[in-house]
Every structure is written in C-alpha cells, then in structure tokens.
C-alpha cells in the first residue's frame, strides 16, 4: 500500500479510432501526498483531461494502475470532486440547490438541515452569502464558478480534480479566484490535481507542477514549488517565481518538440 493518496503508475492507454488506435498515455507517473496540490501541464491535447478520467475512475488505463487511499482504483469513484471550465450549473435549481445536488447523490449522514448548513457555510466562504436563492443566469462567469467549486466540494470528496476551472475567466476574476482557492484550502483540506495552460496559476496554487510530454504523454518534469509564507499575487513576481517560470516555459517547449531537452539558460 503506498502512502500516498492519489498513486499513478506506468499509465499507458490509447483510444479506439475509425483510423486505428490513438496513443493518448504512455508512461505516466504521478504521486500525490494527502493534502497535496498538483497541478498538470503540457501540451494541448496530450492527455491531460484523459489522466482526470482514470483518476475518477470513469475510465481503466489499458496498462497500469491509479491507487487512491491505497486502493486500486476499478470503477467511478464518489470521493472524488470534480470541477470544469463550464461550470453547468442546472437553470432549474437556485445557485444553493445547485451546491447541495452531489449530497443528493453520494451517502451523507447530514440531515437535510446539516447539508443546507454546509453548502450556505461554503457560499459564504467563498463569497456568494446572499447569493444562495438566484439562479445560475443571474451570477457573473467567476460567481458561478464560485458556486461550481462549493458543488465540488460539499461532499468532502478525498480528491478535488479541476479541470482548467478558471479557463474562461478574465485575468483578474482568475486572479481572484486563485485567492479564493487558497481560502477554501485553508479551510477545508483536499488533496488536488488541477489541470491548467496557465503556469502562473499552476506555481501559484500548487505544490507540484507535474509537466507531460507531447502525445502519447509520459511524466517528463516534475517541480516542487516553494513559495513560502501566505501567497498573494505579488509572490508572482519574486526572481524565484521568474526562475521557475523560465524553467517550466522551457519544459512546455520540449514537450512541445520545439527545443532539445537542456539546462534553462539562467
Ligand atoms: N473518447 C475518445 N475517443 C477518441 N479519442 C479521444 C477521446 N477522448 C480524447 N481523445 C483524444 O485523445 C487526445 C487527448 O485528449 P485529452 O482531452 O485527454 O487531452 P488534453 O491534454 O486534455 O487536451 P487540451 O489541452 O486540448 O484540453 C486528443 O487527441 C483527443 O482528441
């Protein structure tokens, strides 16, 4: 049993095509320690959002294994949340209906009044108190992106997956939300992987970014981030945060086939 609690090894799959099959993973490694934040960056369309399937369970990799909490992973797993960049929040149900629909969903010991505590205290956590009674059409991209992290969370999943969640937002609603992520770290631990093209949002939210090599994509690059004391926007600015910058910059490039795999020129 590893004691890690999302465990990735030897991941190799590939999809069925009408022109034969397409090798999306070959060589995937990743480790996740409880409470930790990985973030997955690469290439467009080397695999990330196939690795988030297997992690949930809602597909098996062809070779390998996904391991969470020291079990192997067969089939969908609830104690995973997941968050997209489209946050489909349903137009029928109020923005607080809408956070409580995953304890409709996965066993929960809260009574009915416990799970509305729980979804308004989360609201209010990530500031949409006084938002609870409006529907999805009525809130900003960034509020119901908001909402959608609250819905993902409600059930205290082991595992948080986010899925390139601030994506379509504006840079400084991103921004925002970035601080706003951090907040509900703090206050409600979960172990992540976040899927992102933005490596500024990926050094400033993790502890690991995780770089994959171009299709079929392999573990190319792992850095661990430290940026140390309570992380505001400025922390992007530091030399340290250049440096990693450059560094990752230059992996996506040789992930990308566009340079040769070498020391980053300081
Ligand atoms: N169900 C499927 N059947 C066949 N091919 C698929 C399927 N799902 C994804 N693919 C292909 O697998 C490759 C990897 O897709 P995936 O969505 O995992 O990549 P990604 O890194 O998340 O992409 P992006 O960066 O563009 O979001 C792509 O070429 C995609 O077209």
């Known amino acids: 049993m590893s004691e890690n609690l999302i465990e990735i090894k030897g991941v190799r799959h ?6 034969g099959s397409l090798p999306v993973l070959d060589g995937l490694e990743l ?3 409880e ?3 990985a973030a997955v960056v690469g290439p467009s369309g080397c695999g990330k959002s196939t690795l988030t399937r297997l992690i949930a369970g809602l597909m098996k990799p062809d070779h390998g ?3 969470l909490h020291g ?4 089939g969908p797993k609830s104690t995973v949340g997941m968050a997209f960049q489209n946050p489909v929040l349903l137009e029928w149900r109020t923005i607080l209906q809408n956070v409580m629909l995953p304890l409709e969903i996965v066993p929960t010991k809260l009574s009915k009044r416990e799970q509305e505590d729980r979804a308004r205290k989360l609201l ?14 009525e809130l900003s991209g960034g509020m119901r992106q908001r909402a959608s992290l609250c819905r993902s969370i409600v059930h205290k999943p082991d595992v948080l997956i986010l899925d390139e969640p601030f994506g379509a937002l504006d840079a400084f609603t991103r921004e925002d939300l970035w601080q706003t992520m951090h907040k509900v770290k703090a206050e409600e631990p979960f ?4 899927i992102t093209h933005d490596l500024r949002e990926s050094i400033f939210l993790a502890d690991q970014v995780v770089v994959l090599s171009g299709r079929p994509a392999k573990t190319q690059y792992v ?5 140390t004391g309570d992380r505001d926007i400025e922390h992007l600015y530091t030399p340290e945060s250049a440096e990693a910058l450059n560094i990752l910059r230059h992996q996506i490039q040789i992930a990308q086939g566009r340079t040769e795999a070498e020391e980053p020129a300081k």
């Open 14 to 19: 590939a999809y069925p095509t009408k022109s």
């Open 31 to 33: 480790s996740v320690p």
């Open 35 to 37: 409470g930790g934040f």
């Open 65 to 67: 294994e996904v391991w």
């Open 71 to 74: 079990e192997l992973v067969k």
């Open 124 to 137: 209010a956590l990530v500031g949409l108190e006084g938002f609870e009674e409006k529907r999805p059409s």
């Open 191 to 194: 172990t992540g992987v976040l």
């Open 223 to 227: 850095m661990d981030v430290h940026l």
